[in-house]
Structure formats: structure tokens, C-alpha cells
């Protein structure tokens, strides 16, 4: 006989004893939670259902059950309280809205697993640039924990890799509810350690993050220089791997190049899975463009979105902003369906960014933050490896990007002659068309040149 | 059962008690009192099975005992009682009440039916200010959520930390958060957070002492808490509310409020409070004011197509970008109602992030809401 099977026949034994009032009010909701060798403990909703049973039906229940077991000689109630939570859709009814109040996002996200709902793969678009991050994505969420572990997703600003990554979590989360997952942004795990320590609950803080079965963790080049978070990283990472829980990773560029963290942990990161968002194609661009238009109910000409997709490439984010400053545009001018001027007009400020305009400073910090090179003058002379490639780089950026004279570049650097800054602008070139490693790198020091 | 209490003493109790009490069908009981004359004391009880409240009344207890009767019509008829004092008695399931120049009798029920309130463990609990926390919590509560939809910000969320106390309310449109700075007693030795429902919360601002330098203790047991006032000068009880807590976890709420601003503006508190009301009168059903920051004050304007529209300008010293940002007036001004300082400080961040209103010269209070996009 189950428990509910054993529970059934207690209640519809009692329900003859009791007025119906009180047998609604006292046992809806309660269960028999667990059966020992010789007691039985009853779930009730709240304690004023224990009080009531514990005082007025305690006899009768235990004789009804001995009735069944003969061992039973106590039984005991336990508090739990029903999640009253009501599944709620939420409602679409914004669409004839044209005022908006604003909420707080962060009580959109989940509290258990920090994910945010609004990720999803139905709603996550696939292109040549992402594929095979998608593929190693899904294979993740058959057999978390199997296949690719740990999962290192790495690519540029707005591409994508929160998405993915949540994602994962989320349908992972659908498909077996009973897992604990965890999604943490680099800084949240670097902030959390440093109250942790503050606070002597270290060892909590520990435990916490080994029961975890998926653990995500965003932004992961963040640790860089922080000892203390790739200590404890480390050793969270070596507990949960050999338990073969899933590790999630991401970070702006591949495991190698990020500086200031150790060895140990690199390896870690090169063990599983390595896969990297790049720029989305033309294509790919435009069908994100017409399932965000489609997400806002946003109705506009195909003209237009093509319009935008040939001219935002390189960031997948400013694809979405420049599809709600058109739906901006189209509230405050009731309607008017948005011709081709009318959005090169708005979207002046995204595609003729006024950011990429830069100087050669800001190159240089770029570059010698990107390699973690903090003596700026050994930077310049030094023949050391080590400082030659990205002294060599930053001639190549400031040729190209800034236009400026190759005797112009040699006296920034020391004054060198013009034939060493040739030397090395074609010598990167060649690398830049040939190596690809070398070609990810430049591109990342370019988005940070260009990023504010 | 027979004992004499005093009008007014027996008035305060079933003051109390009776708001708990309603219009229950399935269990009718649960709209009477539990009355009981204990040695010296007047003992009566209430509950919806979701709040319990307890009060306790000197009295001059002859014989002890028990009766249930409906709380509405009680307090009706002790509401037409003198100042005098009354003998109460017992006799079966019924209640007679008798006083100078008057005899009553009211049908009551078995006690037997009537729920039983949940015990607390009584020896370990928290300890402060009563005043104080009424005060804290009226500030918040009617920022809390009153959809079901996220049951954990539905209630008012306590934070009891090694040097203070947080009471926090949210709706997701807006937060409200106040600090309860000084020494307070906790026997648990860690730090104790929940979420209590918003309805218990209102129930508690009401038994909550309105005196200085009285002390409240609060119980916990699974999942329930229990928050008691004591009689004056007395380590009896007086009033004891147990409430159940609501599961969940609250949202990180730290993460909402801004560490920076990109604007900031200070004003006088009443002549705001004037300007939003002018202007939210403007504001037709959206009820939307649009705060414009220049260099040496704000413009406030509201547009209704079919009301009319306004521009009110008022003083300000004001820092950072020059900006417009909409708001509903409504939330404004349910944060300005819980500062008392003079002036406040408003800060923006930018049109579509949360500002935050805190009262010039007290860090104890803080209000953060959401603009409406523009």
C-alpha cells in the first residue's frame, strides 16, 4: 500500500466522522509526507492545521492507521506550507498600450537559479557565427555534464553568449526541474567571496556552490588578477567536475588570452569544449532584425530592415536598440509607417558611431591592458617577447587605424626607425590575414579601443 | 465562568481581536471569539487561520471558564456599554452580560470547535523598540505588491542584521526601504530575514505600542511568526499577533538601487509634493508627469488630450545631465507621504532607469521608482 493509498482510506474514514466544513478546512492539503519503521509523519499546510490535528484528530488517525500497520505507535506533523504560487501568464495586453511604465528587471529572474526567463533557445537565432556554439550548446542540455565539460563559450560584445548560456540553463531547468542550477556573473562570484571572507561564512558559501549540479558562470575573464576568487574558482571547479556536474563558461576572448590567472585554471578551461561567437553574417543580421520586429510588434517595411542590417554589423544589441528607437519613433508620431529617411535619420547615432573616432593613447592603453603589460615604458624599448608582439600590434593599429606616417609612428615609440615600424605593420598584417588566433586578438583590442 | 472587568478595558480587547475575524462560510466558528477568564485575566482569542490574535485584560476573575461568541455582535453591544463596570458569566454554550441597569444574554457556541493558535518556543526570540518598527512599518507597507502573481513581494520583507534593521517593500515598479538604525536584543546569534504578509503587517501597525520605550519580542516556529506586546510595566503579555510567514525568497533588492546618478536634483519637499498633485491632476488616465532638469530648476508638465495641459516650474539645485524623465505622479507622491524632512534629494538615471527620492539629512529612508519610457 503507497502512502497516498494509506493516506486515502485515513480521510475517507475520518470524512464520516466530521462535518464537511471541517474536514475542508483541516485536511485539504495535507499528505503523509514519510513512513518509519514506527511512526508516520503527516504534511499539513500551516500550524494551525497542526494544532487542530495534533489535538483533536491525533487518536482517530492513529487508529485508523494501526487498523493497516500494526507497528505504528506515533504519529508526527510537519509544516509545509503549499505554494500558493499561481501560474500566471503574463498578459499581452500592451499592444494598444502606447504608455509603458517601466518595472525592475531583476525580479524578472529567477531567484533559485539567477536566470533570467526571457532567454530561451526559441527565441535565440542561428547562423553560420554561432552554430557550433549552439550545437555543443544542445548537446550540453541531453546529457549535462557528459559531453562537453566544461562548455567555454567565448565572442565579442552583444553576440550573443549571456543568451546562449542561459539558455542552456533554462531548458536544462524545463527538461529535469530537480536540478540545481546556477547562473553568476564573474563579478557577483568575486563580490559574494569577498563578503564571504568578510563575513567568516566561507565554508557556506563553499558548500553552497559543490551541491550545485550546473554551475554558469558569465564574464569569467573578470578573475583576472583577483587570487583569492580563482582559489576558491579552482577549487569549486575541480570539486564539480570530478562529480561530473556541468560547467558553463563564457568570457570575451579564448582561455589563452586572458591574462592574470593561473595556469591550473587555463588548463581547466582548454579541457572541455571550446567554442566562439563571432559576427553574424548579412543574413543572420536580417533575421534578427525581423524576430525582434516581430517580438515588439513592430510592423515595418523590409526596405528598412535591410537598411539596418547593412549597417550595424558588428553587435547583435545595437540590432535591438535600433529596432525600439523606431518603435519610439512610431509611438510619438501615432503610427505613420516609418520610411527609409526617417530611419537613416534616427539611426544617425548607431551607424555613424561618434566612437570611432580615437587616438593613439587610447590605443595603447587597449593594448597594453589586453596583454597585461603594466610598465608602459618597458613597452617601448624592451626586445623581450613578451613586449616586441604587442609593440609591434600597436604600430600596426595606429598605421591602420589612425593613418598615421610611419616616421610619426617611430617616434612614439622611442623614436625607432621608419623601417622597423614598416617592418612590423606588414610583418602583423600577414599574420592578421593568415593566423587566426592573431586575427581574434586584434579584433578584441579593436572592440575595446572602440568601446567608449 | 463568571468575572467583572471594566467597560472600557473589555472595549479594547474586542477592539483588537474582532478586525481579525470575518465572513467565513466554510467554518463559521472562525467569525466568533474565543472569550476566557483566567486567574486575574481576561483572555480573548481570534483568528482567520491565516493571522491569530491574542489580548489579555486585567479583570477580577471569580470562577474560570470559557465561551465562543460571534465577534460582531459582541463588540456592537459592548459599544453601547457605559463606563461602568460589568459582570460577565457563563452558563452552557452562552455568555450573560450584566451591568448597571442591564441584562444580556448571547448565544455562543462550544468551545470545543474553535481552532487552536499555534504555541511558540518562547525562550529564544528578538527583541526592540515597538514604536519604532510602527513606524518603519508604515512607511513601506502600502508599497507592497497586491497581485499573487510573485506571492514573495505580496508581503513586507524583514531583515534583522547585526547593526540594523531593514524593512523593504516592493511592486516591482517601485521599492521602499527603511533602516532602523541602534541596539536591539536577538537571542537567535545570526541574521533572520522574512517575508510577512500584508495584510499581517497592517494588523501589527494596529497593536503596535504608539509610546516611546516600549519593548516587543517576536517568535518564530516553522514558518510562523509571532509578535508580542507586553502589558505596562509588566512581563505579561499583552497583545500577540502569529501570522504565517510567506515562503519564498525575496528578490536581491541591493541590486535595484543605484549606486550613482547621472542627474540629481535637491527640492523643498511641500512645494514638490503642491507641483506633482498640480500636475497629476493633468495627467488623464495614464497619470504620467514629465520631469524636465535644467540649470536652475525643473519644469513639471502633464498633458491630457481631453482634460488640458499644465507647466509648473519650481527652484531646484540640480547636478549632472540635463534630462526629461516621465513618471506616474501617483508613485511619487506615495514615496514624498513617508518623509518628514524638509527637502529631498531626487536622483535620475537617464529615462528608462530607476531614480531614487531620500530625505535631505536622513539616511534611514530611501524610495526608488521606474520612469515610464517616453
Redesign the interface.
Same mark, same amino acid.
Given at each position: 500500500m503507497t502512502n497516498e493509498e494509506l493516506w486515502q482510506s485515513v480521510l475517507s474514514q475520518i470524512q464520516l466522522n466530521i462535518s464537511p466544513a471541517n474536514f475542508a478546512t483541516w485536511f485539504a492539503n495535507t499528505g503523509i509526507s514519510s513512513v518509519e519503521e514506527n511512526s508516520i509523519t503527516i504534511s499539513v499546510p500551516n500550524s494551525f492545521s497542526k494544532e487542530w490535528m495534533e489535538q483533536k484528530y491525533n487518536k482517530d488517525i492513529l487508529k485508523i492507521v494501526r487498523d493497516f500497520n500494526e507497528d505504528i505507535k506515533e504519529i508526527k506533523y510537519s509544516v509545509n506550507p503549499i505554494n500558493t504560487k499561481i501560474v500566471n501568464k503574463r498578459q499581452s495586453n500592451k499592444k494598444d498600450e502606447p504608455i509603458e511604465q517601466l518595472g525592475f528587471s531583476e525580479l524578472e529572474v529567477n531567484k533559485e537559479t539567477n536566470l533570467n526567463p526571457k532567454y530561451t533557445f526559441s527565441n535565440f537565432i542561428i547562423g553560420p557565427f554561432n552554430e557550433i556554439a549552439y550545437a555543443a550548446a544542445m548537446s550540453v542540455v541531453e546529457e549535462p555534464g557528459k559531453n562537453y565539460n566544461p562548455f567555454f563559450i567565448y565572442g565579442g560584445v552583444g553576440l550573443g553568449k549571456t543568451h546562449l548560456i542561459q539558455a542552456i540553463g533554462n531548458k536544462i531547468k524545463e527538461d529535469s526541474p530537480s536540478m540545481k542550477i546556477k547562473y553568476i556573473p564573474a563579478e557577483k562570484l568575486i563580490s559574494s567571496i569577498v563578503n564571504a571572507i568578510r563575513n567568516q561564512s566561507i565554508e557556506e558559501l563553499k558548500k553552497n556552490l559543490r551541491e550545485i549540479d550546473v554551475l554558469i558562470i558569465d564574464d569569467i575573464q573578470f578573475i583576472a588578477g583577483k587570487d583569492k576568487t580563482q582559489e576558491e574558482f579552482f577549487h569549486t571547479f575541480n570539486s564539480l567536475y570530478q562529480k561530473n556536474k556541468q560547467i558553463i563558461l563564457s568570457s570575451d576572448r579564448h582561455p589563452d588570452n586572458i591574462p592574470a590567472i593561473t595556469e591550473r585554471l587555463k588548463s581547466r578551461f582548454n579541457g572541455g569544449m571550446i567554442a566562439d561567437i563571432t559576427m553574424p553574417d548579412y543574413e543572420t543580421r536580417l533575421a534578427i532584425l525581423n524576430q525582434k520586429a516581430e517580438e515588439k510588434n513592430l510592423s515595418v517595411s523590409g526596405e528598412v530592415l535591410e537598411y539596418i542590417a547593412n549597417n550595424v554589423q558588428k553587435n547583435i544589441r545595437e540590432l535591438e536598440s535600433s529596432i525600439s528607437r523606431l518603435l519610439i519613433y512610431k509611438k510619438t508620431n501615432n503610427s505613420k509607417l516609418i520610411s527609409i529617411e526617417d530611419a537613416k535619420k534616427l539611426l544617425k547615432n548607431i551607424i555613424v558611431s561618434p566612437s570611432r573616432i580615437t587616438n593613439h593613447k587610447k590605443i595603447i592603453e587597449s593594448i597594453t591592458s589586453f596583454y597585461d603589460i603594466s610598465s608602459g615604458n618597458m613597452f617601448l624599448t624592451s626586445r623581450k617577447k613578451e613586449y616586441a608582439r604587442p609593440r609591434q600590434i600597436a604600430m600596426y593599429l595606429l598605421k591602420k587605424e589612425l593613418k598615421m606616417s610611419y616616421s610619426e609612428i617611430g617616434r612614439k615609440f622611442d623614436g625607432k626607425d621608419h623601417t622597423t615600424v614598416i617592418h612590423a605593420c606588414q610583418l602583423i598584417e600577414k599574420e592578421y590575414e593568415e593566423n587566426e588566433k592573431m586575427r581574434q586578438e586584434i579584433d578584441l583590442i579593436l572592440q575595446r579601443v572602440y568601446s567608449k | 465562568m463568571n468575572f467583572t472587568i471594566l467597560a472600557k478595558e473589555l472595549k479594547k480587547g474586542l477592539g483588537f481581536t474582532e478586525k481579525i475575524t470575518g465572513k467565513n462560510l466554510? +467554518?463559521?466558528i472562525l467569525n466568533n471569539l474565543l472569550i476566557e477568564a483566567l486567574p486575574n485575566f481576561l483572555k480573548i482569542s481570534s !483568528?482567520d +487561520? $491565516?493571522i %491569530?490574535m491574542q489580548w489579555w485584560g486585567a479583570c477580577k476573575t471569580e470562577k474560570e471558564g470559557s465561551v465562543v461568541v460571534p465577534a460582531k455582535f459582541i463588540s456592537q453591544l459592548a459599544g453601547t456599554l457605559g463606563e461602568d463596570k460589568i459582570e460577565i458569566k457563563g452558563k452552557g454554550n452562552n455568555l450573560i452580560l450584566e451591568g448597571k441597569n442591564i441584562k444580556t444574554q448571547i448565544k455562543g457556541f462550544s468551545t470545543e470547535?474553535f481552532?487552536?493558535?499555534? !504555541?511558540f518556543l518562547k525562550e529564544i526570540y528578538i527583541e526592540m523598540d515597538g514604536k519604532k518598527l510602527k513606524e518603519g512599518l508604515s512607511s513601506v507597507v502600502d508599497i507592497t505588491s497586491l497581485s499573487?502573481?510573485?506571492?514573495? =513581494?505580496s508581503g513586507v520583507y524583514f531583515s534583522f542584521n547585526k547593526t540594523n534593521i531593514k524593512l523593504v517593500a !516592493?511592486d516591482?515598479?517601485r +521599492?521602499a526601504e527603511k533602516t532602523i538604525q541602534g541596539e536591539y536584543k536577538n537571542l537567535f546569534n545570526k541574521d533572520i530575514s522574512f517575508i510577512l504578509p500584508q495584510k499581517t503587517v497592517k494588523e501589527l501597525i494596529n497593536i503596535l505600542p504608539e509610546e516611546d520605550g516600549k519593548n516587543i519580542r517576536i517568535y518564530f516556529? $516553522?514558518?510562523?511568526v509571532m509578535f508580542e506586546t507586553f502589558l505596562p510595566n509588566s512581563t505579561h503579555p499583552e497583545i500577540n499577533i502569529?501570522s504565517?510567514q510567506i515562503? %519564498?525568497?525575496y528578490? !536581491?533588492?541591493e541590486?535595484?538601487i543605484p549606486k550613482t546618478s547621472k542627474t540629481k536634483i535637491v527640492v523643498n519637499k511641500d512645494e514638490f509634493n503642491r507641483q506633482i498633485k498640480t500636475a497629476g491632476l493633468f495627467g488623464g488616465k495614464?497619470n $504620467?508627469v514629465i520631469i524636465k532638469i535644467e540649470e536652475k530648476g525643473i519644469e513639471i508638465k502633464s498633458q491630457d488630450s481631453e482634460i488640458g495641459e499644465s507647466e509648473l516650474n519650481m527652484p531646484a539645485i540640480t547636478e549632472g545631465d540635463f534630462s526629461k524623465i516621465s513618471f506616474?505622479y501617483k508613485f511619487i507622491l506615495d514615496g514624498l507621504t513617508n518623509i518628514k524632512s524638509s527637502e529631498i534629494s531626487f536622483e535620475f538615471q537617464g529615462n528608462?532607469g530607476?531614480a531614487v527620492i531620500r530625505p535631505v539629512g536622513d539616511a534611514s529612508y530611501l524610495y526608488?521608482i521606474?520612469?515610464?519610457? =517616453?
Open positions: - | 466554510t +467554518l463559521p !483568528t +487561520l $491565516e %491569530g470547535e481552532p487552536i493558535i499555534p !504555541t499573487q502573481i510573485k506571492p514573495e =513581494i !516592493t516591482s515598479f +521599492l516556529s $516553522e514558518s510562523q502569529v504565517r515562503d %519564498g525568497q528578490p !536581491t533588492y541590486e535595484i495614464t $504620467e506616474n528608462d530607476p526608488v521606474m520612469p515610464i519610457r =517616453i
